[in-house]
């Protein structure tokens, strides 16, 4: 076996982000992921750009090393082949509104009759129970009731979604821990079972020490831009081409910041002198810094302030992430050959195993590409069109 | 067998978020974990606020269900007690920075000949290797340079560290993920493994699509605040006594929205009448819904809005998601009983199982609660001070 998840066999019958994204993460493990898509439109994504060659890039990075096989949900011949694939399979993952697929006969109780061993899960907005299960979920509804859009931004600006779909990707990434671990248990003892991922929890759960602030000292947290609730200076600040991230998170940090300013003084200075007061004068403190930086660019300013013995970094923007050097060595940007599309950058897996890595070699799967090859396996059924 | 992980024993040398969290998510699935800690002082977050009746509210919702032991990892003792414990340990966590387990004469390397079997995850800031490995890791500066500061927050507003400490959050979700999978390979092979996970690499992978922009467009997405980058009016917006969610994907959704503000005209708007356009005119269409809401309450709202058949949602803030009945019938605060901090209320399990569920009942640990127990465990061993 050369990978983890060789042998397995995964039902994906998701659609968009969520699900997809979890099931390539199975699929970068060697499960065999085999996409269920709607006759001659699939997956929806495969309508959203950015483009190469007509492929659309955002399918190409979500879909890859998986299979394409056109359905339609609504035939009865599809259940029929869907069910003989069921025998089979090991794993079924799902995203569509609670519901749908209890109408579509493909819900956990009927094909666990097909099959007692599958590990089945569903992702949704709300969750499969739960007085909003039934509301209709975007990433942007799962930040904003999650907590999390209400946290995020700065004080004097309204909530704020963060740039990227949180609620989707959080969610896809607890669903591959659950199913791991369900697998694990099925491994162990046979059993299969139900898994239910909901994106509002998994947003919930991502604020961490501020439900505890809650639930412990009855304040809600506020926006707070992106400074320390308790370190200061420890933030984002303007140097003269751009921004940069000062970190100090103590005292004996702070008095070499104010020797790399040469501005020792400011140890003294009342209001900054101990972690608990600087925070309380917070602002007036960034503004002597911003001041004091705008003589340098991020650049000399970085490498400045962390010669010094202060932490300190750039802000690196999509792009120079993108084209930065421990990314590539990191192999988080991996090449990939699409027949199609052409040679296309997508990200890597950042789980790096020393003796089953990922493998990303397979291009993402043309509509209904193994159709014919899945329908030839399982008895050599046919479909009416 | 009850739980996923019964019987699976964790060596957890781990501190503060990242490594804590991904061991947590090893607890809550029935493992053993056993944390080692520093002796009189422990993890850094039992001196981390809030707190209740002493007992740090940080600490306690990391490691529920934990046990603690005390060990000097400087002392050759302590190395002969844990290489004792590695023998019959299944999984080793760790998050110092890369080197740290090297010197102490406790990294993969050294612990595999001892039990080759053993799985073996480290979590860091920037990865055990690559060029800026050794760089100190806070979560503000992964956000910096993994690039999702620089799409966060508003246009006019400095690039934005999320409200939450995604760098630490994902790269444990990663982690489990990974460790899951490590474990499942090797309950089919026997063998073991290491394990890399970069928190910049996991900022890194949650940007989804804003990769592929840059990789195939060579555009580096930008801050666009809460908005929608293709569909409008997709954002957060004020009403009289608080933001809401408006979520119109399509034109059909727009003229709902139309007739719901009573404003059928804009619908044939030549800036209004097509997405695009509307998202060419996004700030003029915002100002127009902000002045309609003015009339209106956020409950008010979300309820003309959603009955009028469009998508909308409110904000919580994180008093108003800790009291949500959706949040308890979810299970996604769990009371605790603790017996220094009495009741308190602690993050759920987003993961919801049909047969294995997380089964979160036991509080963290007191520094050294399990000291004795384990070291009588092992071989008598008794420890100089």
Redo the contacts between chains.
Sequence with gaps: ?TQ??DQIKVLDFTRV?AGP?CTM?LAD?GAEVIKIEKPGIGDDTRG?????NDES??F??LNRGKKSIELDLKSPESITVIKEMVKEADVIVENFRPGVMKKLGLD?ESLKEVNPHIVFASISG???????SQ??A?D??AQ???????????PD??????????G????A??????I??????R???G????????M???I???????????????I???????R?P?SSP???F?AQDG?I?I?V?NDPLFKRLCLIMNQPELEKDERFCRDALRTEHVDELKVIIEKWLQAYTVAEAVELINDGGV?S??????????ED???A??E??VELDHPVAGK?????????????PPVIQKPSPSLGEHTEEILNKYKNMTLKN
């Design positions: 076996m983890p998840l982000l994204y993460l493990m959203f750009g950015p483009y190469q890039g955002y190409m990075f956990y709300f969750g499969q129970y739960g007085p909003y509301r209709p975007y942007l509804v904003a009731m999650g907590g999390l859009a209400s946290i995020n931004g700065h600006q309204p909530p704020t979604r963060v740039g990227s779909s949180l989707d990707m959080s969610a990434l607890y669903a591959a821990y659950g791991m671990t369900a697998l694990f248990h491994e162990r003892t059993e299969g079972q139900y898994i239910d991922v909901a509002v929890d998994s919930f759960s991502l604020l961490e020490s501020n439900v505890m602030r809650y639930t412990i000292e009855k809600a947290p506020k926006r707070i831009g992106s320390h308790i420890f933030d984002i303007k921004y991230v970190a998170a932490p970094s750039p802000i690196l923007n999509i792009q120079e992430i993108c050097e421990h990314i060595v990191r988080m940007l296309t950058k997508i990200l890597g897996n950042p789980v790096k195993f020393s003796k089953t």
